[in-house]
């Protein structure tokens, strides 16, 4: 079956609404979001069912698809909570719906609503892609273990819509299927709970030979990040309809930086324009905000030792560091007043403006105004004022952009 390369759909994650209008004003073309329960991230920051109509129509406004996250196992006792959030989604004008249990797959289909078929089905090859959509599925997220041959040949075998993941955190488990936390603590990963004990650092004690290895240098349980940005154009070329970022759980810089950087790289692709310069540039880029380092995943193979991470937590390059917060945004001249709470601002330092509906900001400081005087430098308890071309409300947060 034949395709025609075209321009890949950006898909950005969105917990709250900072996240939300980030990704939006970042440049993607969808975001994927969950309610309260019922989807794979049950710890993160989620919507409420009854603001699922303001979300469709922000984002129908900004010409954005919205899809609801409904992937996770389904217990009895939950069904007339399923049948209510589908029935909400469809009133609202939801565009998709991720899930993978039957029981919310017969559910889209009573309320004629479109659905996806989540990575957590394990979809790897071209039958079952087929299947899922003679089932009625228009998408089907590719399990994350798929190479780049393997896709190529799913490609060539159905046209129906292939997401797959681009860029985020990975998991040792197929698909993200493990159980070390349900074992460990009572919280199921299958249920959006996990607690990821598969990160820390681990004592290994031979009870036989009486010694101890601390399993912490190397992190066997804690893959890297996916990052695909230095072979982006071949994710392209064999077909991918939809490129994922994972990261319902990170902040809104994190949102604001890798969705800016990915919709870049596409447009400049579509143009003939991305180079391998170019590529280095983002890829440094994309370090400056929360990640474990960065691997390939599995599309040139299966990974090895060198793709775990080599400390807990991240790697960023850069951290923020609170200032303070805006007082008043003046709209005719676009001049924003900050009240310095902490620290100090330098001409020359970056920062990032945070706010529920402004998302992200990000400024490099030239000079700014003091008392109608223009100065270099502010210290805590100050006044500032300075100009910015992208709109910021009172009340958002400033923060200085600092290297680790």
């Known amino acids: 079956m034949e395709f025609v390369i075209k321009k890949p759909e950006i898909l950005a994650p969105a917990g709250d609404w900072r996240m939300l209008t980030t990704a939006v004003s970042n440049g993607a073309d969808a975001v994927y979001f969950g309610v309260e329960n019922l989807n794979m991230r ?123 993941f681009v860029h985020g955190a990975m998991c040792v488990a197929v698909s993200g299927r493990c159980f070390i936390s349900h074992h460990v603590f009572g919280k199921s990963a299958n249920r959006g709970e996990c607690v990821q004990p598969c990160r820390r650092e681990y004592n290994i004690k031979d009870n036989d030979q009486n010694f101890d290895l601390v399993i912490g240098d190397d992190y066997v349980l804690s893959p890297k990040d996916l990052c695909s940005i230095e072979f982006i154009e071949q994710l392209i070329e064999i077909g991918i309809d939809s490129f994922k970022i994972e990261g319902r759980k990170r902040s809104p810089e994190y949102i604001a930086k890798v969705v800016s950087v990915y919709r870049k ?32 995943g599995f599309y040139f193979g299966t990974p090895s030792g060198d793709d775990y991470a080599v400390k807990y937590g991240s790697v960023a390059t850069t951290k923020k560091v609170y200032l303070g917060k805006v007082v008043n945004f003046f709209k005719k001249s676009s001049i924003v007043h900050l009240k310095l709470e902490a620290g100090d601002l ?8 945070i706010g529920e509906t402004t998302g992200v900001v990000e400024l490099k400081m030239s000079s700014f105004v003091k008392e109608e005087v223009e100065i270099t430098h502010a210290d805590k308890g100050d006044d500032v004022t300075f100009y910015s071309e992208r709109l910021v409300r009172p009340r958002d947060q400033v923060y200085k952009i600092v290297e680790v």
């Open 42 to 164: 049950a710890k993160a920051r989620n919507f409420k069912l009854e603001e699922l109509p303001k979300i469709a129509e922000f984002c129908r406004e900004k010409k954005v698809d919205t899809h609801l996250t409904l992937n996770t196992i389904v217990y009895e006792s939950e069904l007339d909570e399923l049948d209510e959030i589908v029935k909400s989604a469809k009133n609202a004008g939801i565009d998709l719906i991720i899930c993978w249990d039957l029981s919310v797959i017969q559910k889209c289909k009573e309320y004629e609503m479109p659905f996806c078929i989540s990575t957590q089905a394990s979809i790897s090859n071209s039958a079952s892609a087929k299947f899922y959509k003679d089932l009625g599925a228009k998408r089907i997220v590719l399990a994350r273990e798929c190479k780049l041959d393997q896709i190529k040949k799913i490609r060539s075998e159905t046209d129906i819509e292939i997401e797959a």
């Open 265 to 296: 790289a596409v447009d400049l692709y579509s143009e003939g324009k991305l180079t391998d310069e170019i590529k280095k540039d983002f890829f440094d880029e994309l370090g400056k905000v929360y990640n474990r380092g960065f691997s390939s």
């Open 346 to 353: 330098n001409s020359g330092d970056e920062i990032y403006i």
